[in-house]
């Protein structure tokens, strides 16, 4: 999709929203039950959600159906801290005994993790900013003066 990404209706609420642009009422909307921190996540990641995790539930902008992405997200950065935690020590380039000078591999493996879970989280709509573009169409209750005027056709 072009153009900017929308920013999620619960977070235009709480801002006011100050463009006083059209709200997207027909958003998904999610049970706002905290989710569990997944047991696959390393220690660190697990840190990275005890951090964000809850203050992201009290807005409205992360439910049960977003557990595996966010822990993803977190696991992402537990991974970037690696690898730049490698960086720092190694530099970007780093000597290969055989081949001489090349790119430290930290730095590829932080770009492909972010670029996955963006991917991921983007085409699913599990994050809360992609999941303001989907639109639900939920039945809305019939009008009992519409159908007594047909019925009377």
Request: charged share 25%; aromatic share 6%.
């Amino acid at each position: 999709m072009r153009g900017r990404k929308p920013k999620p209706t619960a977070l235009k609420i709480l801002q006011g929203n100050p463009g006083k642009r059209r709200l997207n009422h027909e958003e998904p909307k999610v049970p706002t039950t905290m989710p569990k921190c997944p047991g696959w996540m390393g220690k660190r990641a697990k840190w990275f959600w005890k951090q964000q995790a809850e203050e992201l539930n009290k807005i409205g902008l992360l439910s049960t159906v977003d557990q595996s992405a966010f822990g993803a997200y977190c696991n992402a950065l537990a991974i970037l801290e690696a690898a730049n935690a490698d960086i720092d020590v190694n530099g970007i380039v780093i000597i290969d005994p055989l081949t001489g000078p090349k790119k430290n591999p930290a730095v590829n493996i932080a770009k492909d993790c972010w670029i996955a879970i963006k991917g991921f989280s983007v085409e699913f709509g599990l994050t809360p900013s992609s999941r303001s573009r989907v639109k639900v169409n939920e039945e809305k209750p019939a009008n009992p003066l519409r159908a007594l005027l047909d019925h009377k056709r």
